[in-house]
């Protein structure tokens, strides 16, 4: 008999579900009807019985086991022994499910301790005790003392298939962890470790498959990477459906990650039903005091899709459901103020001022205690508020809140103590933040502020690669480079300890107080350090900092016919503002967050799937833009400079419309371009420009030697290869060849050298295009320089924090970054050029349309400041006889004596006209470039 038990016990997971439970119950009639069994076995069998009923959601009768089994080897005697300790362990895992976390920490030291006596403190069998005292380390607040009992648990190595289970969970929720700490590359290396130790050793069946599929697609998200992440989030359904049935909380949990995922891919309609589907889920299923959280949570996504979705009754009532549930289940999660805030936003969207400021309000009580003024949660509800006031008509008291928070974000981004990371994932924050501002200005006849404040919007967006690019500047320089390097090490760790107390304090922690004495201390160290980086590299500040332009210093810059076109969206409004000699303009037009996203995605979704665009989204647009007030302001104007943010510059403006669409199909429609030659700037501050003349030459780079014709590498099966794509700086060669050739660039690549006639002209295609070879070229010998390649925007692949150009790996593996296949945004910035144009025919130049301009810009910025001074870059894949004509009567022009802008215009207005090109009036054909120059 005790030989059976045991064999249950090394094989609990290795069957299914129904078979575990009819195993454990056979052999509990087995045992009763033998005269002897050992005590220890049938502690064994008790603590197994338990193990199948918590899993099933029955804590009381799971509970109840363990304490029949701890009696049964308490009566015997046998109080010091591995049965002893593992039913503690169970039971702790009990106690800390019913938020008893007391005598949860003192079931689990006291494990801890019985097993260090018996074993020694290297044994494998204190895995599962180190798991236990790191997951009621997490849920007390102190997350660092989490992370290192998880990574003690880690330091065993495991001997059996459980102990490599318990090391799977281990890496799972150290993933977790390490997201919560900020550190999203240690969160890509212990999801990926989960993952591939459970596809070695975790049974198909086995229960932790639900969390590591959820919290990969929860990963993913937080990254972006929405593709990825709905995989995952499918993966998980599929899974708990078949593990646990068609109603359980894990299939709800699993339903509730996938509607996340869908309403941040802007599909609203499949993120409700999902949300629908988690509720009648999570109503009824029962939930541990650790999850309790989820219903309250499933309520605020659903808030979130309706205010998505222009409904502000529905998101509100979403809103209190979440506020009811989290009151009846007892939780407190600290995003209480999150709901607040977001009620507010309801209640003003609905037009209800009075109520959304006492919401707001309620969201700032808390806010304002928790958060410094520059955290984003804080920051967005301080903006609101500021709005809310405006719209209440008491304008004086919102410019004044607009002040403060203004004063409190620019100083953020100018602040040495924030690194790469933390600006980046502020970015999209920043922008709205401070094109609410922007509206807020320009409502107060504030009319310089807003044109300040519509350029920091853009500049948020930048900030991060900004700070990538300082970083490469300094290089030249070895001490300023060890200075650089050391900054960004302590913003790295200010920035963790920052996260830390922020956890403490929501939950309930007791370390906020002496976090927040280290973070001063850490931030005395990191001023001291910022010193001595701009006392080595005196332009770091210039390279790093927003530096925003008055509009007296803008307009001289500018020539007769020339003007800047602003555009800052916030919530509802669109800000406009026009500065040319004749002065500046500001206006806002009711264009709200919503039908600009919808609008936008309606047209990106037509050009992926080769379909005409809808003329009606062009001119929705358009007439926001280009309204009344603006033309008036534009009257005389033939070149427009745009600074803008978010999702509208993904579209290039010229294909929007500036008067309603006419008869005549689509060459005859009244596009932007036919006023307007325009152009992008990723931000008003002149780059020096070099007085060496440019050359004629041109050296085309491109048809990268990849991999044949197959799924883009962001499919979901790429967590799984065991490997980031990047290691210390460098690609991963097995990664890129992921990606598929692309043979057709080569052609569009000579068609532009044969349009350019030159000496020196030289393409570097296929095998030859390596970036070894590239940088082999004297490069500031040519003054046209074009890549037709993959282009990838930050966060694309794993380790990848800036844009990059994808050029031939090596054969093997790459030993250097200079000759790895990609081409990233930092080194470009440290090439010595002299073009006067890049063109970039990239597949997927462009980010996603919540990164706005990001996606480019970040490229651009590096050209620039490389020494190009302008690009044309693509916003789609472009086909390759567009690609080839548009690039080469750009420049043809411009060699002719046009401005750079003038020639793309008339480029396109050439091929519009041409009855020749196959669908040549169609925007998806003769619109995907955009100019973007100094």
């Not at 009621?136 to 102990?163: F, K």
């Not at 949990?253 to 409700?272: H, K, M, P, T």
């Not at 922690?509 to 931030?523: F, N, P, W, Y």
């Not at 080469?888 to 091929?911: E, F, I, K, N, P």
Request: proline content about 4%; overall charge neutral.
């Amino acid at each position: 008999m005790a030989e059976q038990i045991q064999q249950a016990d090394e094989a609990i997971y290795d069957v299914d579900p129904p078979a575990e439970r009819f195993r454990i119950e056979s052999l509990q009639r087995d045992a009763a009807s033998y005269p002897y069994v050992d005590p220890t076995s049938l502690a064994t069998l008790d603590r197994l019985s338990g193990m199948l009923k918590s899993s099933a959601g029955n804590f009381d009768e799971a509970s109840a086991d363990y304490d029949r089994g701890i009696a049964r080897l308490t009566i015997a005697g046998l109080t010091e022994g591995d049965a002893m300790a593992r039913l503690l362990v169970a039971k702790a895992a009990i106690e800390q499910q019913n938020d008893h976390l007391s005598s949860a920490r003192a079931l689990a030291q006291k494990a801890e301790a019985m097993l260090i006596r018996l074993h020694g403190t290297e044994s494998p069998e204190l895995i599962e005790v180190q798991c236990a005292l790191g997951l009621i380390d997490y849920l007390e607040g102190r997350l660092s003392e989490a992370i290192e009992h998880y990574q003690m648990g880690l330091s065993h190595s495991p001997v059996r298939a459980r102990d490599h289970v318990a090391h799977a969970s281990l890496s799972l929720d150290l993933a977790v962890f390490s997201d919560r700490y900020g550190d999203s590359l240690a969160m890509m290396r212990y999801a990926r470790q989960a993952l591939v130790e459970a596809q070695a050793f975790m049974p198909a069946h086995h229960s932790s498959w639900g969390a590591i599929y959820s919290n990969s697609a929860s990963f993913y998200t937080g990254m972006g990477r929405f593709d990825e992440a709905a995989e995952f989030a499918q993966r998980a359904i599929d899974f708990c459906k078949e593990r646990f049935g068609e109603v359980s909380f894990e299939l709800g949990n699993s339903q509730r990650f996938l509607a996340i995922v869908r309403l941040r891919q802007g599909r609203l309609d499949e993120a409700l039903h999902l949300i629908d589907l988690a509720l009648a889920n999570l109503r009824v299923a029962k939930i541990d005091a650790g999850n309790r959280f989820v219903e309250g949570d499933t309520y605020r996504a659903l808030a979130r899709t309706e205010l998505a979705r222009h409904h502000p009754q529905l998101a509100e009532a979403a809103v209190r459901k979440a506020f009811a549930s989290l009151a009846r289940n007892h939780v407190k999660t600290g995003f209480e103020a999150l709901l607040n805030y977001e009620l507010a936003l309801a209640q003003t969207m609905a037009g209800r001022y009075t109520d959304a400021l006492a919401s707001v309000d309620k969201a700032l009580d808390s806010l304002r205690k928790r958060r410094a003024p520059y955290e984003t949660d804080r920051t967005n509800a301080e903006t609101l508020r500021a709005r809310i006031l405006a719209r209440l008509g008491r304008t004086t008291e919102a410019w004044t809140g607009a002040l403060v928070v203004g004063q409190a974000m620019t100083a953020r981004l100018a602040d040495l103590r924030v690194g790469q990371r933390v600006l980046a994932s502020s970015a999209v924050d920043y922008r709205v933040n401070f094109g609410r501002l922007a509206e807020i200005a320009v409502a107060a006849h504030q009319n310089e502020a807003a044109f300040r404040y519509a350029q920091l919007a853009a500049y948020s967006e930048l900030a991060s690669s900004s700070v990538a690019l300082a970083a490469r500047a300094a290089a030249a320089n070895p001490e300023a480079a060890a200075h650089v390097r050391a900054l960004q090490d302590m913003q790295v760790q200010l920035d963790h300890l920052e996260r830390r107390r922020n956890f403490a304090l929501a939950s309930g922690g007791s370390d906020a107080a002496k976090l927040s004495a280290q973070i001063t201390t850490s931030e005395t160290a990191v001023a001291r350090e910022a010193d001595a980086v701009r006392q080595t590299f005196p332009g770091y500040d210039a390279l790093t900092q927003a530096q925003p332009e008055a509009p007296d210093t803008a307009s001289r810059a500018l020539k007769p016919g020339e003007a800047l076109l602003l555009l800052a969206p916030s919530d509802d409004r669109l800000a406009v503002l026009v500065l040319s000699q004749r002065g500046l303009t500001a206006t806002s037009s009711a264009l709200d967050s919503v039908t600009l996203k919808a609008s936008v995605q309606r047209i990106r979704s037509a050009i992926d799937q080769h379909k005409s665009i809808a003329l009606s989204d062009s001119w929705a647009l358009g007439r926001h833009v280009f309204g009344p007030t603006v033309l008036k302001a534009l009257s005389g104007i033939r070149e427009l400079s745009v600074v803008g943010s978010g999702p509208l510059m993904t579209l290039p403006l010229g294909m929007l419309l500036t008067a309603p669409p006419v008869q005549g199909g689509l060459r005859a429609q009244p596009y932007a371009i036919r006023k307007f030659a325009l152009a992008v700037r990723p931000q008003l501050t002149q780059a020096l420009v070099s007085n060496k003349p440019t050359s004629s030459a041109f050296l085309g780079v491109g048809a990268p030697a990849l991999g044949p014709a197959r799924e883009w590498l962001r499919s979901g099966a790429r967590l799984a290869a065991a490997k980031p794509a990047l290691e210390d700086g460098i690609a991963d060669v097995g990664v890129l060849l992921e990606l598929a050739s692309l043979p057709g660039s080569a052609g569009e690549l000579q068609k532009i050298a044969r349009s350019i006639p030159a000496p020196g002209n030289r393409v570097l295609t296929g095998q030859a295009a390596t970036e070894a070879a590239f940088r082999a070229e004297p490069l500031d010998a040519y003054g046209v320089i074009a890549f037709a390649t993959h282009g990838l925007v930050s966060g694309e692949l794993e380790g990848l924090n800036e844009p990059a150009l994808v050029l031939t790996p090596p054969a093997g593996k790459a030993v250097s970054s200079d000759n790895d296949g990609l081409l990233t945004a930092s080194e470009i910035a440290g090439l010595h050029l002299n073009a006067r144009w890049v063109i970039l025919s990239a597949c997927n130049t462009g980010a996603g349309i919540d990164a706005g301009a990001a996606g480019y810009s970040g490229l651009a910025r590096s050209f620039i400041q490389a020494g190009a001074q302008s690009l044309l870059v693509s916003l789609w894949p472009v086909r390759d006889d567009a690609a080839a004509r548009l690039s080469a009567d750009t420049v043809r022009y411009a060699t002719h004596g046009m401005t750079q802008a003038r020639a793309l215009r008339r480029a396109t207005l050439d091929l519009i006209a041409d009855r020749s090109i196959a669908d040549g009036g169609n925007p998806a054909v003769w619109a995907p470039f955009s100019l973007v120059r100094q």
